[in-house]
């Protein structure tokens, strides 16, 4: 399956073949030929008007579409380094070891700063080349990331390996697909934003964190969990 940045090109290249491979109507007449004024001329006129505007056109929809291309690219370059759209570091399995790394440098920094005896709340210290500036929130912060992150990660790990009949069931006949970003949730397919939880004994319950609103999709769950 395409991703967005893919269809997105796909229609880039697209739109400039369609601009390079428009004809003019005056394409084979002699260099230079004026349009004779007559009635056959005005109709050449109108036809060499709506030809200008039609790449005029083209030209602002292929402008458009490498913006677009840019901020997909972007983005995926953001989604690469683990990334969300504002800069920050995304809280996901995947970036377990980022956040693992987060810690250390923000604790260096922390021992730079006693190292040199200057005050963790003083302001406006020029840190060396890279280094992030120090919080006891951010480090705090980091920490209960890491800690949430590994729980979870061995959580999903013990899962796969105790796994009941009706899980497999769900997983294999894609009834639920699972979020790769923080593993023991499973989001139900045809519904928005619902997802099933993983325990340790592999068996799948109601997510307290994206759970059912409407009647309609709390049967709908209830349904998949009873097959």
Do not use: C
């Amino acid at each position: 399956m395409s991703t967005r940045l893919e269809l997105a090109e796909q229609k880039l290249a697209r739109l400039k073949n369609e601009f390079a491979s428009k004809k003019s109507p005056m394409d084979g007449a002699p260099l230079g030929q004026p349009i004779v004024m007559n009635s056959s001329g005005k109709r050449m006129a109108r036809k060499l008007q709506k030809h200008q505007e039609t790449m005029f056109n083209k030209l602002d929809a292929i402008k458009e579409q490498e913006e677009r291309v840019e901020n997909l690219q972007y983005q995926e370059n953001l989604k690469k380094k683990g990334l969300n759209t504002s800069g920050g570091l995304v809280k996901s399995v995947e970036n377990l070891d980022r956040w693992k790394e987060r810690v250390s440098d923000l604790e260096a920094t922390k021992e730079w700063f006693k190292k040199n005896k200057i005050p963790l709340s003083q302001q406006f210290t020029k840190l060396p080349t890279g280094m992030e500036w120090y919080s006891s929130v951010k480090l705090k912060d980091a920490k209960e990331t890491v800690s949430m992150l590994e729980s979870m990660k061995v959580k999903s790990e013990q899962s796969d390996n105790e796994m009941s009949e009706l899980t497999k069931e769900l997983i294999e006949n894609g009834s639920v697909n699972q979020w790769a970003k923080k593993p023991i949730y499973y989001f139900v397919k045809g519904l928005r934003k619902v997802a099933l939880e993983i325990d340790e004994l592999g068996e799948f319950k109601v997510s307290k964190r994206y759970p059912a609103a409407t009647e309609d999709d709390k049967e709908f769950v209830a349904r998949l969990l009873k097959k």
